[in-house]
T-cell receptor
């Protein structure tokens, strides 16, 4: 079945460590890609999105993601995490031919940053 | 604050009952999406409305229905509730350009 896969369920890092969260999707064709973050007790917020153009996308709070079409991947990165980055991160895809901008989400990755 | 509001925040009910969840989109947004977030299924798209009309359907059970009213607020109706319906239900809205969805704070439904 077509899906979005996030490789890590829970990642624990110390402050200032670098972060990379994996995301792979199994849809063919042109897709729109997103990363959302959910801080504890809060709603989902958009970190960044990719529709077309430069495959390296910069988002808010120092996050970036790279779209690699040949690998069907859209990994999220941050060079130096802070305690305030503790949250759950969701990769999402707007599948091609969906007829709307509905999102298919990965299962999410919980990030815990230790001070 | 995304500008999307959802009520109630929490809902506790019994199996077999019916509940209504309400969502008000951001000003100017015509599309409303409903998602269900549960521990085992993750975040799943249920249904989308655009300017009062159903636009897309996802993994929505027949016991669930939704509508969008002329003032663009939307309601998700869940009936004959089962224990497995316990979840967080999110509403999102998007502007006519469609390029981003803004999520509400969610309604946590507990079915006992």
């Amino acid at each position: 079945a077509q899906s979005v896969s996030q490789h890590n369920h829970h990642v624990i890092l110390s402050e200032a460590a670098s972060l990379e969260l994996g995301c792979n999707y199994s849809y063919g064709g042109t897709v729109n890609l997103f990363w959302y973050v959910q801080y504890p007790g809060q709603h989902l917020q958009l970190l960044l999105k990719y529709f077309s153009g430069d495959p390296l996308v910069k988002g808010i709070k120092g996050f970036e993601a790279e779209f690699i079409k040949s690998k069907f991947s859209f990994n999220l990165r941050k060079p130096s995490v802070q305690w305030s980055d503790t949250a759950e991160y969701f990769c999402a895809v707007n599948p091609p031919g969906a007829g709307s901008y509905q999102l298919t989400f990965g299962k999410g990755t919980k990030l815990s940053v230790i001070p | 604050d995304s500008g999307v509001t959802q009520t109630p925040k929490h809902l506790i009910t019994a199996t077999g009952q019916r509940v209504t969840l309400r969502c008000s989109p951001r000003s100017g947004d015509l599309s409303v999406y409903w998602y269900q977030q549960s521990l085992d299924q993750g975040l799943q798209f249920l249904i989308q409305y655009y300017n009062g009309e159903e636009r897309a359907k996802g993994n929505i059970l027949e016991r669930f229905s939704a509508q969008q009213f002329p003032d663009l607020h939307s309601e998700l109706n869940l009936s004959s509730l089962e224990l497995g319906d316990s979840a967080l239900y999110f509403c999102a809205s998007s502007p006519p350009s469609y390029n981003e969805q803004f999520f509400g704070p969610g309604t946590r439904l507990t079915v006992l």
